[in-house]
């Protein structure tokens, strides 16, 4: 099991960059998989950035070459660099995480991205 908490979001002019953290409450490099995923309102949530417990990242077409996905094992944080900011990119921003068969999710941070 594990607990997940997201912070930083907030509201962005479009060009502009923010970064996501979000903390662990157990050792992040015994966690399969660690990803952020968004939802917008009316829409799916939509899985943009994963990284694996053997460092291998993956990006959604959407995001490639503007979010980067990172991890901090000693503070048990995964972090979502976010650059070159659209208003489509306005979202609850989810970090989640996959121990064994089962997927955790914490409970969010709005982005907010103004034209």
């Known amino acids: 099991q594990v607990q997940l908490v997201e912070s930083g979001g907030g509201l962005v002019q479009a060009g502009g960059s923010l970064r996501l953290s979000c903390a662990a409450s157990?050792?992040?490099?015994?966690?399969?998989?660690l990803g952020w995923a968004r939802q917008a309102p009316g829409k799916q949530r939509e899985l943009v950035a994963t990284?694996?417990?053997?460092?291998?990242?993956n990006y959604a077409d959407s995001v490639k070459g503007r979010f980067t996905i990172s991890r901090d094992s000693a503070k048990n944080t995964v972090y979502l660099q976010m650059n070159s900011l659209k208003p489509e990119d306005t979202a609850v921003y989810y970090c989640g995480a996959r121990v064994g068969w089962t997927d955790y999710w914490g409970q969010g941070t709005q982005v907010t991205v103004s034209s």
């Open positions: 157990r050792n992040i490099f015994t966690i399969n998989r």
């Open positions: 990284v694996t417990s053997g460092s291998s990242t």
